[in-house]
Antibody, heavy 119, light 108 residues
Framework: QVQLVQSGAEVKKPGASVKVSCKISGYNFRNYHLHWLRQAPGHGPEWMGWINPDTGDSKYAQRFQGRVTMTRDTSISTAFMEVYGLISNDTALYYC????????????WGQGTLVTVSS | EIVLTQSPGTLSLSPGERATLSCRASQSVGSTYLAWYQQKPGQAPRLITYGASKRSTGIPDRFSASGSGTEFILTISRLEPEDFAVYFCQQYGLSPPTFGPGTKVDLK
């Protein structure tokens, strides 16, 4: 079945960067966009951007431009998201999720990666 | 960006009762560009409906969604114990896609 498995929890200091991975199985990695979202405790999810695994093209939400990079390695069906210049407000659960295209709904989601930013 | 507002914040009901959840958009998202998700504690969101009214694979028919423009509704006809969770709406009519703050359906 379709699965998205993310890397484990991270604790980072303010100003550091974090790289989260998302390994997919159960479908052709190149056929669907891969989106990244985050969710702070008690809030709805927030969309961060997408990568097209086939072409490597990406699009980021305006508030994350310059602070996020999304990449992929098609040989291992894995997508990556790196966030730079972490601040305490970046503490959240980070999710990858499959999308039909760059616009649409998200299904399914990875299990989430908790990133904690603390001095 | 489009802001989504959900009401009520919390809905306290008993198994077998009907749940009606509302999602309102700050501007039109079109006729079909809305999805609903269910999230249980410690789990990722799970797609319930998309295209305003289409159920995702494996979602029972007690879940139904309707609406267009700025007003959307998710109805759970008869609550089962596994339906007690938080529900989010998401619009994808205009980039960036945005989510509402959620409605918690809890046990009365």
């Amino acid at each position: 079945q379709v699965q998205l498995v993310q890397s484990g929890a991270e604790v980072k200091k303010p100003g550091a960067s974090v790289k989260v991975s998302c390994k997919i199985s159960g479908y052709n990695f190149r056929n669907y966009h891969l989106h990244w979202l985050r969710q702070a405790p008690g809030h709805g999810p927030e969309w961060m951007g997408w990568i097209n695994p086939d072409t490597g093209d990406s699009k980021y939400a305006q508030r994350f431009q310059g602070r996020v990079t999304m990449t992929r390695d098609t040989s291992i069906s894995t997508a990556f998201m790196e966030v730079y210049g972490l601040i305490s407000n970046d503490t959240a659960l980070y999710y990858c999720a499959r999308g039909i295209t760059g616009v649409g709904w998200f299904d399914p989601w990875g299990q989430g990666t908790l990133v904690t930013v603390s001095s | 960006e489009i802001v989504l507002t959900q009401s009520p914040g919390t809905l306290s009901l008993s198994p077998g009762e009907r749940a009606t959840l509302s999602c309102r958009a700050s501007q039109s998202v079109g006729s079909t560009y809305l999805a609903w998700y269910q999230q249980k504690p410690g789990q990722a969101p799970r797609l319930i409906t998309y295209g305003a009214s289409k159920r995702s694979t494996g979602i029972p028919d007690r879940f139904s969604a309707s609406g267009s423009g700025t007003e959307f509704i998710l109805t759970i006809s008869r609550l089962e114990p596994e339906d007690f969770a938080v529900y989010f709406c998401q619009q994808y009519g205009l980039s960036p896609p945005t989510f509402g703050p959620g409605t918690k359906v809890d046990l009365k």
